[in-house]
């Protein structure tokens, strides 16, 4: 296992990390955490090279967070529509608590099993 992963970072390198931030992004489920930690401790990266990987990584991650953005507002109104009366309004309630508490409520449900759901 370990011998896979080594093998896997020496193929991918950097690239890899960069790709994973994207996914990671774009809200999949995907461990990306996991093959960027992994990489950190497996590459020897000089401090300029952190700072670059850092900074091209942010605007990946930034670009792939867009995906779910897309994909909820061209199709959220039309799922919205196929839900059952009852979960509608729990829809209606979640959505409320979201506008009222704006950016805290994102923080909040982020690290939860919801995490990936709220850009949806």
């Known amino acids: 296992m370990t011998e896979t992963i080594i093998n896997l970072v020496e193929e991918w ?9 994207f996914i990671e992004g774009s809200a999949f489920p995907f461990i990306g955490t996991f093959f960027i930690v992994t990489v950190g401790f497996i590459l020897d990266l000089s401090w300029f090279e952190i700072v670059v990987i ?7 991650y930034a670009v792939g967070s867009y995906l779910p953005y897309f994909i ?3 199709l959220g109104d039309s799922l919205e529509n196929r839900l059952s009366p009852a979960k509608r309004e729990g829809l209606k309630k979640a959505k409320a608590h979201f506008s009222k508490y704006g ?18």
């Open 13 to 21: 390198g950097i690239w890899g990390v960069l790709l994973s931030l």
């Open 54 to 60: 850092s900074l091209l990584g942010s605007f990946l």
């Open 72 to 74: 909820g507002y061209k």
């Open 103 to 120: 950016i805290w409520s994102v923080m909040i449900s982020s690290p939860l099993h919801l995490g990936n759901v709220v850009p949806f």
